[in-house]
């Protein structure tokens, strides 16, 4: 595999409000995710990696699709759709909500956060989750719009993100807790902002419901953050990694449950929830997953790209699979995500990965990288 | 926006079972579908399309995932999926489906193999029409099993397509009919083997059903096909356009019915086979559409790449927009599909294309390019 084939664009291939905005500043690489442009690299990885760790970065997440979920039905469908208990939800709250098909088999992993008792939005990861959401609220006749509608998430993430973020939105800003979003003021409208983001660094997310106003919010972060070294960026792959965030499509598909990707405290079904996949969740959860997905440090030089999963190896067996890695500056070792089977998920096991360049020696982790000190 | 920017690769965008070869062959571009890597070209896209025009080529299309439908009510769920009548299929014939919402919107158009009477695969376009089908099956409880098989599609193209696959399948490959598909043996299995292609040049798709043939597969094309002149291709952006061949994300989306996409011979809701968006088509179907996809030529020097929708305009008011267009050696003008309202639609009316390079003159076409003498 060429580490660096040329991406062929087209309408089918979404850009974004932020485009003009990232190709001017200079995005040396890029991802399709949700039929749309995602960022991958502004400098190097690992300069990148630095910045985002020490100043504030601005990140075109607009491929985080929205659907709008509206109507007498509203609370009942999104319900159905995740095996979370959405009981004590209140407006303002984000939720992060694993949704399963009704095998329990993971369809993505969205936030979801509630508009009005009757108004909900899905910001997804990378899969068509509109399509399954249309089709329950088809079968079930039920009374609610289901759209996507013009909002396009810009990510101010890094450890200077409430500085720079109250410098445009005012002093507000600061008050806002963690997974809570609030209607916040901007060139005559509100925009929603959450305390929120795809990355361990701290930031906000802006739902911003009107491309016109992209480019204008993106060149006010700018001119307001110069003194703190504002760049663009986009989420990257040795912090997300060393965070142990998941990635939909990376390190989990429609093959794993939720128990299976370390989210089973997301899934309530021993209470009568009655979402889709409850029965096969239940099972999962009355006798645990036999699998789940683990921090791996992986020994030796830089890792190459992880394309196709790695089997993990013990004694010559196969325990599992790695479908993350990177090296990584902090740690000074690769660090890796991958699904191990329980004989060998305990903290400082041994193993060994089938990388595409050879055998390596590997150690499980105790949490993630992030947890512990550098 | 930079008209060659870098791909970058993770398990997320899934290589194939031909990928290695693909890349051996030198691949230069690719785009992304069905999470999917989908190579656009080779040599150049003008030379690929020479090529295309006068020989043989063998592409990767393992992008066009199967869905397969299983079951009792395998037939239901399909005739519930689509507008067009299913009743006199056959089992190896292959139809083109619009599949649209209850709106009658477009979700995507694939084509639908009929391998027994409880038994189909769905070879699906760019969006995961699997979560919607699920979605379906699951809403009206059907006794259906909905799932993604092991298939990979390999398209062989070109006017000496039926020379080179007689020489790997046999002679018996000249006797398959035009969207017929039949089991062909090869290795010691069958491959079914349809005659059906994202050309205008005629070929076969080879249903590929295990991944471990698919290497194989390839290398016995090319060493049958040595003296053919045969080559690494894809679907061709120049080839396509003057066919008239749509790319669903590109040509049309959910905005679109299929009546709008001059897919209207497709729709039989005059009957009652009871399909989704039914009530919604019968009224397009009684009404005619308002607007429609035409070929389009577009004067000038070769167009840049078209990203986002150019306005189509007459008079200065907006009567529609072009969502495809690239420079044709052949027709030695820019070929384009684009959706054009009523009052604009007839062949050889002058319009005006807001380029991104400017304004340009336009003519609307008879028919595709492809039907007329270059």
């Not at 009981?87 to 009704?102: F, I, K, L, S, T």
């Not at 990355?199 to 307001?224: C, H, M, N, T």
Request: with cysteine; proline share 6%.
């Amino acid at each position: 595999m060429a580490q660096s084939p040329v991406l062929s664009i087209s309408r089918r291939i979404r850009s974004t409000p932020f485009t003009r905005r990232v190709e001017a500043a200079g995005v040396k690489g890029y991802t399709v995710y949700n039929h749309m442009l995602l960022p991958t690299v502004f400098d190097t990885l690992e300069s990148d990696y630095h910045h985002l760790k020490s100043k504030v970065q601005v990140w075109d997440v607009a491929c985080e699709r929205q659907i709008e979920v509206r109507g007498r039905d509203a609370l009942r469908l999104v319900q159905m759709l995740t095996p979370r208990d959405l009981r004590g939800m209140n407006p303002g709250a984000c939720y992060y909500v694993p949704m399963v098909d009704e095998t329990g088999g993971m369809l993505n992993d969205p936030v979801l956060l509630k508009l009005a008792e009757d108004r909900y939005w899905i910001s997804i990861a990378d899969s068509d989750l509109l399509y399954w959401i249309k089709g329950i609220a088809y079968g079930f006749r039920l009374e609610v719009d289901v759209v996507e509608p013009d909002v396009h998430p810009l990510a101010v993430q890094g450890p200077l993100a409430e500085d720079l973020m109250s410098r445009v939105f005012g002093e507000a800003v600061r008050d806002i807790k963690f997974f809570r979003f609030t209607p916040m003021p901007f060139e005559g409208t509100y925009l929603n902002v959450a305390r929120s983001g795809y990355s361990k660094q701290g930031g906000f997310e802006i739902y911003v419901s009107d491309a016109a106003l992209g480019e204008p919010l993106w060149d006010r972060l700018f001119a307001a953050g110069e003194d703190l070294d504002v760049r663009p960026g986009c989420p990257n792959q040795i912090e997300r990694i060393e965070g142990g965030l998941l990635s939909y499509g990376n390190d989990m598909t429609r093959e794993n449950t939720p128990h299976e990707c370390g989210l089973g405290r997301f899934c309530d079904t021993t209470l009568a929830i009655g979402c889709v996949g409850r029965d096969a969740l239940l099972r999962v959860a009355s006798e645990g997953p036999i699998r789940q997905i683990r921090s791996v440090a992986i020994d030796g030089d830089p890792v190459p790209t992880c394309t196709d999963p790695w089997p993990i190896l013990a004694n010559g067996e196969r325990v599992g699979r790695i479908s993350s890695a990177v090296w990584s500056p902090d740690y000074q070792t690769n660090v890796a995500l991958g699904m191990i089977r329980m004989t060998h998920w305990a903290p400082d096991t041994r193993v060994e990965v089938e990388a595409p360049d050879g055998m390596r020696t590997a150690v499980v982790q105790k949490g993630t990288f992030s947890q512990r000190a550098v």
